[in-house]
């Protein structure tokens, strides 16, 4: 019997490279957390992340750190001991995950990167409210355990058009943050400084962009999955010329992809658009699945999330103001289905698929008429899977198969 050949999904050659700089990034956080003159922030993913690597800050995320947690299949065992205290399994199993494997001294750094034992410890965790308000309840906690400030920027939610009078609040938050901020690293803030880091902000923001962008290519160089890896360094390095470097390295690879007519996955025949969280401990399953049926998954709102184009460096604080409020996250319905039928058109798509995370109503659009809406104007058809980003409790693999398999069906016979 002759065997039935696979797609083929097709590697990134830069990921050793991301891998090292991820590495280095780790290490360096480590070592300043150790050391007696280094001073740690927390910050938020869509934080304030400029400013505090301005005033000298090395900034650690912690929901890059849950992403891991996620991605390697510990969240959903480390869930319950933060249940136990008091937080629900109904809230972000991040925040969650995170504290459990806090509470279980436990974390996948040091299984990653040899010689790091345990988390950077803090000495302030800044927070913006832009997209939830878990991440302030996440510090808090965190602050409490380590006896360290905590402070933030407490955002406006469903924003239509942003306006002058949003911009003009949020740059007043930051502004504040500043003296705070100098007590704790006990150096001078430098505008000359912020507008540096702004600036390779900006860039690596322009250059994520343009590396997701390659998508729109027919076929698609690269997946959402992929996209999820590859992000690192957008979340975590923004404001750094090693995260510049890396996205030129990138950018190169993918725009051969596309002169060579090679895509992600081997014969392409459906493009979809994936709203909401990735379920990290199952990217290569889905990648998989997906690949099997010829479907490239290759665009998304979540990895566009780390694209911040109104950054100026001529005026910090106004323009991180604009920028962190743009963000899909913080947006109002009209504004959101904008937004995701220009990705349509630009992406050429040929459906969607509505990741309902159970932890994160943030970021679960399907729940208010969206996917009925979009699919009614657009005549693009629309499945909503069930979930979650962390708490592998909360989907059925079976289902999920099934459902992605009859909506590929569904496609196939329209096309
Ligand atoms: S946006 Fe969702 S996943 Fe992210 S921290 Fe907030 S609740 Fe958690």
């Known amino acids: 019997m002759s065997e039935v050949k696979k797609p083929i999904r097709k590697k990134i050659m830069a990921t050793k490279e991301m891998r090292q700089i ?3 990034y780790f290490y360096e956080l480590d070592s300043a957390a150790k050391s007696n003159d280094k001073k740690v922030a927390w910050c938020s993913s869509v934080g304030p992340a400029e400013i505090l690597r301005s005033m000298g800050f090395y900034v650690y995320f912690p929901e890059n750190h849950s992403a891991m947690l996620g991605a390697t299949r510990m969240a959903t065992d480390l869930i319950p001991y933060a249940n136990a205290i008091g937080y629900s399994p109904e809230i972000c199993s991040y925040l969650t995950a995170d504290i459990g494997a806090y509470l279980k001294k436990i974390t996948p750094l040091s299984k990653a990167y040899e010689g790091i034992e345990g988390l950077p410890k803090p000495d302030v965790l800044v927070f913006n409210t832009n997209q939830c308000r878990d991440v302030q309840d996440w510090f808090g906690w965190f602050a409490n355990e380590f006896d360290v400030p905590v402070m933030g920027v ?8 942003v306006t002058g009078a949003h911009v003009k609040s949020i740059a007043g938050q930051m502004e504040a943050l500043i003296e705070p901020l100098e007590k704790v690293s006990g150096a001078k803030f430098d505008m000359n400084e912020l507008k540096r880091v702004l600036s390779l902000s900006r860039e690596c923001s322009d250059l994520w962009k343009r590396v997701l962008d390659t998508a729109a290519a027919t076929p698609s160089p690269l997946t959402f999955f992929d996209g999820t890896i590859h992000m690192g360094p957008a979340v975590v390095l923004r404001g750094t010329q090693q995260a510049v470097d890396y996205y030129k390295v990138l950018l190169a690879e993918l725009k051969d992809r596309v002169k060579n007519n090679e895509g992600a996955v081997e014969d392409e025949r459906f493009r979809l658009y994936w709203e909401g969280m990735p379920i990290w401990g199952r ?3 889905h990648s998989e ?10 665009a998304s709102t979540y990895c566009n999330s780390w694209i911040f184009s109104a950054f100026d460096a001529s005026d910090p604080f106004n ?3 604009r ?9 109002s319905d009209k504004a959101k289905e904008r937004y995701i039928k220009e990705m349509m058109k630009f992406f050429k798509i040929d459906g969607i698929v509505y990741h309902d995370a159970k932890t994160c109503p943030n970021n679960s659009n399907n729940r208010y008429g969206m996917p009925q809406r979009l699919e009614e104007e ?6 909503v899977i069930d979930g ?3 708490d592998l409790r909360c989907l059925s693999d079976e289902q999920t198969k099934t459902n992605i398999e009859a909506f590929i069906e569904q496609l196939e016979e329209t096309k």
Do not use: W
């Open 22 to 24: 991820m590495a280095d």
């Open 154 to 161: 407490q955002t406006h939610r469903g924003v239509g058009d």
């Open 283 to 285: 990217l290569r399953d």
């Open 289 to 298: 699945l997906f690949t099997n049926l010829k479907t490239c998954v290759l």
């Open 319 to 321: 323009s991180m103001a």
């Open 323 to 331: 920028a962190y409020t743009e963000l899909f996250i913080v947006r």
């Open 378 to 383: 657009t005549g693009i058809p629309a499945l």
């Open 388 to 390: 979650d980003l962390n």
